[in-house]
Nanobody, 120 residues
Framework: QVQLVESGGGLVQAGGSLRLSCAASGGGFSLNAMGWYRQAPGKQRELVATITSGGVTNYSDSMKGRFTISRESGKNLVYLQMNSLKPEDTAVYYC??????????????WGQGTQVTVSS
C-alpha cells in the first residue's frame, strides 16, 4: 500500500499563488502516474491534473495555464503550482497515485487532502 502525504495548502488572496506537495512512500511499488483532484463543498471530486511516470501531463481545461503539475521521480514527489488563484479554486485538494504493486496489480491510493482557501 502506498501512503501519500500532502502539504502546502492554506489561505491566499485572489490572484495569489500556492504550491502543493505530495510525497509517496511505502515498499514494493512502481509508480505509474500521480495526480491532483479537488472537491469543493457540495460538489463532486474533480480532476485537476495528472502526470505519468514518463512526464506526460493532463489538465482540466479550467485550470490549464494557471496550474502546473510536476514531479521528482527519484523521490516519488509530485507538485502542483497554482497561480492566479480564484475564489472558485477553494476546495480540498487530494493527491492520488496509481502504482503497480509487487505482484503486478495496478492500484491507487489517495492522500488525506489539504485545504486551499482563496479569499476575494
Amino acid at each position: 500500500q502506498v501512503q501519500l502525504v500532502e502539504s502546502g495548502g492554506g489561505l491566499v488572496q485572489a490572484g495569489g499563488s500556492l504550491r502543493l506537495s505530495c510525497a509517496a512512500s511505502g515498499g514494493g511499488f512502481s509508480l505509474n502516474a500521480m495526480g491532483w483532484y479537488r472537491q469543493a463543498p457540495g460538489k463532486q471530486r474533480e480532476l485537476v491534473a495528472t502526470i505519468t511516470s514518463g512526464g506526460v501531463t493532463n489538465y482540466s481545461d479550467s485550470m490549464k495555464g494557471r496550474f502546473t503539475i510536476s514531479r521528482e521521480s527519484g523521490k516519488n514527489l509530485v507538485y502542483l503550482q497554482m497561480n492566479s488563484l480564484k475564489p472558485e479554486d477553494t476546495a480540498v485538494y487530494y493527491c492520488q497515485a496509481q502504482y503497480w504493486d509487487f505482484v503486478g496489480t495496478l492500484r491507487s491510493s489517495w492522500g488525506q487532502g489539504t485545504q486551499v482557501t482563496v479569499s476575494s
